[in-house]
T-cell receptor, first 114, second 111 residues
């Protein structure tokens, strides 16, 4: 089954404790992206990657890191989480941006930073 | 900057037709996409307009006018299951490959 998976689905952590949210897709997509969703603010892009070893900042990259060492994986790293990073996070992937722009989203990770 | 504007909420009656508008403020986008998100779920792709005009997919249609920097999603024969949030999204012309979403429109359907 074609899908995007994220782990963990739920996480409660404390300020300053490094964490990684994994994202994996099995559709051989080139473009992968991380979003955060907050009430009233919609989906905001954190980082994106056009291909292996190619990453770039989205609109809200502060406090986050990503890596793209393999085509299928795109982990999101919070080196020192803070309470303002409490949010719902989505990973998404697509074949690219030249096609119909259809992105496939993972199920989401709800993160709480105390 | 680049932004997409949508109404925050729209209410319609079951069986009716509803239009959700999206206007954008930029030199333009590489097309406009629409996504649906049910409470507790992930966004799912509905449609994409690369060119001006109407694209129809079953009960849903999407329209784009690049000269007016405007698009809309049209939902016909509304069903209760269409109660969800709807987002327009686009990629900017400045070739930085970012994808920008509108803040979403919450659709309430009355029986």
């Amino acid at each position: 089954e074609a899908q995007v998976t994220q782990n963990p689905r739920y996480l409660i952590t404390v300020t300053g404790k490094k964490l990684t949210v994994t994202c994996s897709q099995n559709m051989n997509h080139e473009y992968m992206s991380w979003y955060r969703q907050d009430p009233g603010l919609g989906l905001r892009q954190i980082y994106y990657s056009m291909n292996v070893e190619v990453t770039d900042k989205g609109d809200v990259p502060e406090g986050y890191k990503v890596s793209r060492k393999e085509k299928r994986n795109f982990p999101l790293i919070l080196e020192s989480p803070s309470p303002n990073q409490t949010s719902l996070y989505f990973c998404a992937s697509s074949f690219g941006l030249a096609e119909n722009n259809e992105q496939f989203f993972g199920p989401g990770t709800r993160l709480t930073v105390l | 900057g680049q932004s997409l504007e949508q109404p925050s909420e729209v209410t319609a009656v079951e069986g009716a037709i509803v239009q959700i508008n999206c206007t954008y403020q930029t030199s333009g986008f590489y097309g406009l996409s629409w996504y649906q998100q049910h409470d507790g779920g992930a966004p799912t792709f509905l449609s994409y307009n690369a060119l001006d005009g109407l694209e129809e997919t079953g009960r849903f249609s999407s329209f784009l006018s690049r000269s007016d920097s405007y698009g809309y999603l049209l939902l016909q024969e509304l069903q209760m299951k269409d109660s969800a949030s709807y987002f327009c999204a686009g990629r900017g012309w400045n070739r930085d490959d970012k994808i920008i979403f509108g803040k979403g429109t919450r659709l309430h359907i009355l029986p």
